[in-house]
């Protein structure tokens, strides 16, 4: 028999495994296709259920908390990675490091908000389904680094590349998600509110606080309201206060466990988040992935083809101009065939083109389903991106076989 000690050391290994794996996501976003597909009267009764019941309107639901309220955790999780990354040591410390990357970056940007508009137009849609350009911007860090460590490998040149890029994807998405998607006619009057916010965690750091409950309980929640009632997605309202709190003075990489451990707030915000930001994913999947499988439409199609088709396309021709036209350089180990697979697998937008979908179309219904659909559908990279390794002869650098031709 097993040992209730060894049980508990299977039990942890699971709960990690489900964790660090974001199957949590997966798994909350498969529910919710099953429940919207066999039962989508129940569903949309989860959706829209009060969790203040005193509450007028529609604003404490299920579907407002998790997207607007716990969701600006994510966002801070994803700006305290962009943030830490202009640190010295971090991949956009050095604009010779990064410059390659961004170049890249910009072109997964441009070429797939560019093929979205033009089959806007060539289908007669733009009215409609204009406003859903920035869906296909976006690509799944988590997912896309799981799907490149299985295509090249842990310690791949290719991984850092796709890792930088992004990164700088989220500042990007972050960025157009504010401009581009107010949930209401902006009143920037508001925002001064946010502005007193950082001024209000810079004076906490001056005067040594180290906790970041402070920082989130109240610079953090007076950034929030003020992004709220300003029009700005609420769900950035995190975001400003990130650059406040006391950090390291280094960044030793993506992800990594930084080696400098003085008051580093920032660090221990990002350590107690990290699993809780996962079971929040989970409920974005649950309240976010739940569209009728019949709403397959012309969005649907334009999503996916414009981040299938679009984001490599504008990857891989970014990379090249970046060289021809400024002289950058692709990092030693890197030629275009891991230029065009690493695109393929950046076409992984879910978490961010699931949440730009809702904030491109507010209404709920067929437009937004499939919209929805598409980023949903932008799984199918990842199995595109495997094969493609192969009949591209791109070789896994944990099989021994790497060389800078390789």
């Known amino acids: 028999m097993s040992s209730p000690k060894k049980n508990k050391v ?7 495994f489900l964790l660090e794996n974001s199957l949590l996501l997966i798994g909350g976003s498969a529910l919710a296709l099953i429940w919207a597909n066999v039962n989508p009267t129940s569903y949309h009764q989860l959706l829209h259920t009060s969790l203040a019941p005193s509450a007028e309107g529609d604003s404490f639901s299920l579907v407002h908390v998790v997207n607007d309220g716990l969701m600006a955790l994510f966002f801070a999780m994803a700006a305290k990675e962009v943030w830490e990354s202009l ?3 971090g991949v956009l410390s050095k604009w010779k490091t990064a410059a390659t990357p961004l170049m890249a970056t910009l072109g997964g940007v441009v070429m797939p908000a560019t093929v979205y508009i033009a089959g806007c137009w060539l289908t007669g849609r733009w009215e409609d389904l204009g406003r859903g350009w920035a869906i296909p911007c976006a690509t799944d860090i988590a997912f896309s680094y799981l ?20 990164i700088a994807d989220d500042a990007a998405g972050l960025l157009i998600l504010a401009i581009a998607y107010p ?4 009143q920037p009057q508001w925002l001064l509110g946010a502005v007193a ?3 209000l965690g810079i004076a906490f750091r001056r005067f040594g606080v180290r906790s970041f409950w402070w920082y989130l309980l109240g610079p953090g929640v007076l950034s929030w309201v003020s992004f709220h009632y300003s029009g700005v997605h609420a769900a950035l309202g995190l975001v400003p206060i990130i650059t406040t709190m006391p950090h390291s003075r280094t960044d030793d990489g993506l992800f990594v466990e930084s080696s400098d451990d003085t008051a580093n707030t920032l660090g221990e915000f990002a350590r107690w988040w990290k699993n809780p930001v996962e079971l929040i994913l989970g409920l974005f999947g649950l ?12 969005a649907t199609w334009l999503v996916l083809s414009a981040l299938l088709l679009g984001k490599p396309l504008g990857i891989t021709l970014f990379t090249f101009l970046g060289e021809k036209l400024f002289h ?9 065939r891991h230029v065009v697979t690493m695109g393929v697998v950046a076409g992984i937008g879910f978490t961010v083109a699931l949440f730009v979908s809702t904030a491109a179309f507010s209404e709920p219904g067929t437009i937004q389903d499939s919209a929805k659909m598409g980023a949903l ?30």
């Open 328 to 336: 950058l350089e692709r990092p030693t180990g890197m030629t275009y």
């Open 197 to 199: 916010a950082v001024a």
């Open 87 to 89: 640190l010295p040591g």
């Open 147 to 166: 799907v490149a460590r299985i295509v090249f490998g842990n310690g791949h040149p290719a991984i850092a590349f796709l890792l930088l890029l992004a």
């Open 10 to 16: 299977r039990v942890d290994q699971a709960i990690r």
């Open 377 to 406: 559908g932008s799984f199918a990279a990842a199995l595109i991106a495997v094969p493609l390794g192969r009949i591209l002869k791109v070789k896994n650098a944990e099989s021994g076989n790497t060389s800078p031709n390789s």
């Open 183 to 186: 949930q209401e006619a902006l």
């Open 287 to 298: 309240v976010n992935a739940g569209v009728v499988m019949s709403n397959t439409g012309t």
